[in-house]
Antibody, heavy 120, light 110 residues
Framework: QVQLVESGGGVVQPGRSLRLSCAAS????????FHWVRQAPGKGLEWVAV????????FYGDSVKGRFTISRDDSQNTLYLQLNSLRAEDTAVYFC?????????????WGQGTQVTVSS | QSALTQPPSASGSPGQSVAISCTGT?????????VSWYQQHPGKAPKLMIY???KRPSGVPDRFSGSKSGNTASLTVSGLQAEDEADYYC??????????FGTGTKVTVL
């Protein structure tokens, strides 16, 4: 049974940083790509970033490019998202999601999300 | 990347069918067969319902089906049940390794 558990969310001031983690179990971590997706209060889903199964490639949505960094530690079965220069509009629930394959852009397992609130 | 366009709402009575459209461009839906659909109940994580336009993951009822024509994809839910009431999002791979979700459709079972 695949399980993804996000952590690291909280309340942070504009301009500050935060690092989110996603601990994975019940899967062969190194053979899957992973994504971060966020959802602002009362809004739809927004794709944030993807990291290839081998970590060789990373791509970002336009609204976070240059501020957020996705990474992975296969030895710890953990996915990360470093959030820098945070803005009020980054306030959202952040979900990590497994790609169905090495990197097919099909998100077949999701965590329950971690809340990030950017406010002074 | 601009979000794919979905109708804000759709509804049907139990047992009826409802279809949700998802319109993009030749750079996303029209250019690739990587359209997926996700179901999200309030306060819950999204769940994959359809991938690669027409495929259903194990465990998803065959009442859910997908299709595509040109730059528009569709999700049809047949034999509506109360538990189908949820938000539905389409998604697509986009040129240059990007990805985009639709604006979302709230399905109401009357």
């Amino acid at each position: 049974q695949v399980q993804l558990v996000e952590s690291g969310g909280g309340v942070v001031q504009p301009g500050r940083s935060l690092r989110l983690s996603c601990a994975a179990s019940g899967l062969t971590f190194s053979t899957h790509g992973f994504h971060w997706v966020r959802q602002a209060p009362g809004k739809g889903l927004e794709w944030v970033a993807v990291i290839w199964y081998d970590g060789s490639k990373k791509f970002y949505g336009d609204s976070v490019k240059g501020r957020f960094t996705i990474s992975r530690d296969d030895s710890q079965n953990t996915l990360y998202l470093q959030l820098n220069s945070l803005r009020a509009e980054d306030t959202a629930v952040y979900f990590c999601a497994r790609d169905i394959g090495t990197t097919n852009y099909i998100l077949d397992s999701w965590g329950q999300g971690t809340q990030v609130t950017v406010s002074s | 990347q601009s979000a794919l366009t979905q109708p804000p709402s759709a509804s049907g009575s139990p047992g009826q069918s409802v279809a949700i459209s998802c319109t993009g461009t030749s750079s996303d839906i029209g250019g690739f067969n990587y359209v997926s659909w996700y179901q999200q109940h309030p306060g819950k994580a999204p769940k994959l319902m359809i991938y690669e336009v027409t495929k259903r993951p194990s465990g998803v009822p065959d009442r859910f089906s997908g299709s595509k024509s040109g730059n528009t994809a569709s999700l049809t839910v047949s034999g509506l049940q109360a538990e189908d009431e949820a938000d539905y999002y389409c998604s697509s791979y986009v040129d240059n390794s990007n990805f985009v979700f639709g604006t979302g459709t709230k399905v109401t079972v009357l």
